[in-house]
């Protein structure tokens, strides 16, 4: 749905603001984090392609770690950050400042401390993007505190994670902590006319530089 000045113009703001959502990571964990998103897409859910290894978060039995947070009105639709469960603990792990950068796939074993840690990652993270978005379309967003969740996902049941939500912005997002790379996914559904405002706005920047 977005043609390549307005991938490349999302992909540009969107690394803006998680740029300043590690900043902000950085100073609590007290470790540098550097965050990048090197690929953004606006599709439908239907179209995603199961053998495309870049959705394999989607369609991959096991474990996850899922936190999502509910925002509007102007602007509305609900936003989601996603880890495979070992790549969840490893992050908890390095912002706690434990050595194990690595876990045993059959047992995450995550800790009421490691959740708080992703849980505080997550309100970051997620509400410094759909703040930014906000600031971008000049209008007032309300939302709450990001729910967080684990959940096991099994080949009957891998495509329910967004089955309601028709059209998503999908972040490609790759977390990079003490040289440890965490990659997770953030998926942000949007009700079709705040994908028309956010279309609209883009286009009337695009057309502001490039006439």
Known sequence: ????????????????????????????????????????????????????????????????????????????GKAFLMFPVEQAKVLANICLGELSESVIPDDPDLMDTDLDVLKEVSNVLLNAIIGEFGNFLEIKLEYVLPDIELIYVTNSDQQ???????????????????????TGIIVIA????????????????LEADHG
């Open 1 to 76: 749905m977005l043609n390549d000045l307005q991938k490349d113009l999302l992909t540009e703001l969107v690394n803006v603001y998680v740029g300043q959502a590690a900043n902000m990571l950085s100073e609590i964990v007290e470790k540098r984090i550097v965050l990048n998103i090197p690929e953004v897409e606006l599709i439908s859910i239907s179209d995603v392609d199961p053998g495309d290894r870049r959705y394999n978060i989607f369609f991959s039995e096991g474990h996850l770690f899922r936190s999502s947070l509910q925002f509007g009105y102007e602007f509305q």
């Open 160 to 182: 329910i994670l967004l089955q309601n939500e028709v059209y998503v912005l999908v972040l490609h997002t790759s977390f990079l902590l003490a040289d440890t790379d965490v």
């Open 190 to 205: 949007l009700s079709m006319n705040s994908i028309s405002s956010l279309l609209a706005k883009m286009d009337a920047l």
